[in-house]
């Protein structure tokens, strides 16, 4: 297809099929110039596709087809459907976007190639290298953020595309469903839910949860069908009783059933711990009115009518949601005692909530300016900026995450505006949302009058005050996420913004009393600290230490890559070749031994190795292998008839049982020390063994040794920390043999 001749044969080819039965529904209501356009775009797909097949089997260019309705659906503009009918002619055939600009237009080409470059997270879920995948996934969801903010019709494109290719997924093999219905969960479906496009949100969260958890989905779609004829029964009557008492109050609205969605239902029921039947929203109504102050007229006469159920009523019309989904939610104890979930809403928002920004361009043409629009395409831009902020693949991953999930809760600055903050956001991320400076000399906070500590959690609803400082930075502890201080990934990245703008020396230093602070307490000596930095991928030590100093590298990393570097500190006779297997039918968190059989094995108590620890047996008379940690003295002294008694051994996997470790922590006397130590043991579900503590009274100091019994290295690295925060506490560490 190189010059116009070659293009007018393959657009006006005879045997193209006869594509008006199929552009007729589509066409109602464009004028002639657009749907000529469309027969077209129809008769080049065909072409580009004819010996194209789909994995089910069926010609290729019906995708395309397929595509097309279900955004003519949303009522898009025919820019959009036309490409949407080529978005896959420029990849796969030799059509390209030249000649698409030329016998479209530049603006169709411009769609169809933003379609093109969009492979969104294709290694998602993938195997290889993960922080290679992680970069790979930040660069391709950029890549869409990118889209979106230039042109949003491209992304509207691209759901379009996933969810038709959700529909199909029965003929992929097991393996690519699961990674493309997961990827659907985590990226696609929020994405339509943070565009407002719930028409689209739902489908694809029911495809995705179908193929996910297919025993789960069946469960509850058998008791939606048992029920089906009663509960329509039902839903009628409530239906009529509400219009009648509507109309009498001279409301005029239109009330319908509302569908059920089988992945609302499951979250819904996880979410709440209910049985299907406790389930409000099983059974639901949807009012629809002309403006706001019917809504609330209506939701009187629901009340009125039948007995309100405490706690289950939202006003997402005073305080829309994130997506700027605007609703009234109540729900009812309806006729025969049976609970009902009401949505009262205008038609304009639901518009919104059906469409989102797909109903923009239906004011297009009449040029009236749509500000839900227009705040979502800022909150795309304001993404983009923040790949610029995050150094971390994985934090941007997690930013995105955050921002487009549901799960948000809505608090009140102290002028009585409304900020929306993920759940399990603390005061000094509403800090940090308010102002980056702000967040900076945060020192206190006050919610709803009483001051709290900056690790709470904040809930819908509350006010929130900040206390600041005149002058002052940060505290290098909210950067540590085992304590709390900071949830969402934006306020991390300003603290560590903040950090990486000081002095480089005074980093270096910083990061090495961190660095041998956490290698302390978890009773590492034996690691080479520029091994250390070459795991995290630097060349020179200081840029690594600087990099601890600032907060890029946390404690909980420096934890997890000690434990898998620790070297063999002994070491040992090469062992004779055996034909025997290796120790099989290890359980988690158990021991392999290599070289032998079935072996008896148990914990040496003169270190108490824990899972992650770098560990060696030691064969003993009788008693099976004792598992020592490699650098236990007990194992160094050994003499040389000894020493080929020592064994190479390994953890099997991550563990799920309980290991006994020592801890000792330090600290000046105060009452309620013990009391506070064990609440943050109870708080992780940490069994204590045994306990001794021992005072001086002329010092004023106090010493506590623990027994616990922990999961693995991350745990302990974990409540060191929170113990570490206490008033009065000097040092919590492992203590080693």
């Known amino acids: 297809m190189q010059d116009t001749t ?437 020192r206190g906070a006050k919610v709803n009058g009483s001051i709290v500590p900056l690790t709470y959690e904040l809930k819908s609803g509350e006010q929130v005050e900040i206390l600041t400082a005149r002058n002052g930075g940060p505290s290098r502890d909210w950067l540590n996420p085992h304590l709390g201080y900071l949830k969402t990934s934006r306020a991390r990245s300003k603290a560590r913004q903040w950090f990486k703008l000081q002095d480089y020396e005074k980093n270096i230093s910083a990061g090495r009393a961190a660095l041998d602070r956490e290698l302390r307490r978890l009773g590492i000596t034996e690691l080479s600290l520029e091994k250390l930095a070459q795991w995290f991928h630097y060349q020179k030590l200081d840029d690594f230490l600087a990099a601890v100093g600032h907060g890029a590298v946390l404690p909980a990393q420096i934890a997890a890559a000690a434990h898998a570097l620790v070297t063999p500190a002994v070491p040992l006779e090469k062992p004779a070749p055996s034909t025997k297997p290796a120790r099989e039918g290890a359980g988690p968190g158990e021991v392999h031994i290599q070289g032998v059989g079935n072996l008896f094995c148990h914990m040496a108590q003169c270190c108490k190795p824990v899972p992650e620890d770098a560990i060696i047996g030691y064969i003993t008379r009788g008693r099976g292998v004792t598992i020592h940690r490699r650098g236990c003295p007990n194992v160094l002294r050994l003499d040389g008839e000894n020493r080929a008694r020592l064994i190479e051994v390994s953890w099997s996997s991550k563990t799920e049982n309980a290991y006994p470790v020592d801890v000792q922590v330090e600290a000046f006397d105060r009452p309620g020390l013990l009391r506070d130590i064990t609440s943050i043991l109870a708080n992780e579900k940490i069994n204590v063994l045994a306990l001794t503590t021992s005072t001086d009274k002329d010092a004023l100091t106090a010493r506590i040794d623990l027994s616990i019994e922990i999961t693995d290295i991350g745990q302990l690295s974990r409540v060191l920390d929170r113990i570490a925060q206490l008033p009065n506490v000097r040092e919590a560490r492992r203590k080693v043999a």
């Not at 195997?127 to 290679?132: I, L």
Request: include cysteine; aromatic fraction near 8%.
């Open 6 to 442: 070659e293009k007018e044969i393959i657009v006006r080819e005879a045997d193209t099929p006869d594509f008006d039965a199929w552009l007729a529904p589509i066409a109602k209501g464009k004028p002639s110039n657009e749907v000529d356009i469309l027969r077209r775009a129809c008769a080049v797909a065909y072409r580009a596709h004819l010996r194209q097949t789909r994995a089910s089997g069926e010609p290729y260019v019906r995708h395309s087809l397929a595509v097309a309705e279900i955004l003519a659906d949303l009522r898009m503009d025919y820019e959009t459907l036309a490409a949407a009918i080529l978005h896959d002619v420029a990849e796969d055939t030799e059509i390209t976007l030249q000649d698409l600009e030329k016998e479209f237009s530049p603006a169709i080409a411009k769609l169809v190639d933003g379609v093109t470059k969009l492979r969104v997270l294709r290694e998602f879920q993938g195997p290889g290298d993960k922080s290679r995948k992680e970069k790979a996934q930040a660069e391709s969801l950029r890549k869409m953020l990118l889209a979106m903010a230039e042109d949003v019709r491209v992304v509207l494109i691209k759901l379009a595309d996933r969810l038709h290719n959700m529909r199909t997924l029965m003929y992929l093999d097991e393996e690519r469903r699961r990674r493309i219905a997961q990827e659907t969960l985590d990226i696609f479906a929020p994405l339509a839910n943070r565009l407002g496009i719930w028409q689209i949100k739902w489908e694809l969260e029911d495809l995705a949860f179908r193929y996910l958890e297919p025993a789960t989905y069946r469960q509850i779609a058998t008791w939606l069908d048992e029920r089906r004829v009663d509960r329509e029964r039902y839903i009628a009557q409530v239906v009529k009783k509400l219009k009648c008492e509507l109309d009498k109050a001279g409301i005029e609205a239109e009330v319908t059933g509302r569908p059920k969605h089988i992945y609302s239902i499951w979250r819904k029921m996880k979410r709440k711990r209910l049985d299907f039947h406790q389930v409000f929203d099983v059974r639901a109504v949807r009012v629809l009115v002309k403006d706001v102050a019917d809504c609330y007229a209506a939701l009187g006469i629901v009340h009125t009518l039948w007995h309100h159920v405490p706690g289950e009523f939202d006003d997402y019309i005073a305080t829309p949601k994130e997506n700027l989904y605007r609703s009234l939610h109540t729900a009812v104890i309806g006729p025969q005692g049976k609970t009902v979930e009401v949505q009262i809403r205008t038609h304009e928002m639901h518009q919104h909530a059906e469409f989102g920004v797909a109903a923009h361009w239906r004011y297009k043409e009449g040029a009236r300016y749509d500000a839900g629009f227009e705040q979502k395409i800022a909150w795309m831009r304001q993404l983009l900026e923040w790949k610029e902020e995050e150094s971390d693949a994985r934090d941007f991953i997690d930013r995105f995450k955050a921002e487009v999930f549901e799960d948000r809760v809505y608090v009140l600055t102290p002028r009585g505006q409304v900020v929306d903050l993920p759940q399990g956001a603390t005061p000094l991320d509403f800090a940090y949302y308010i102002h980056t400076d702000v967040g900076h000399r945060c």
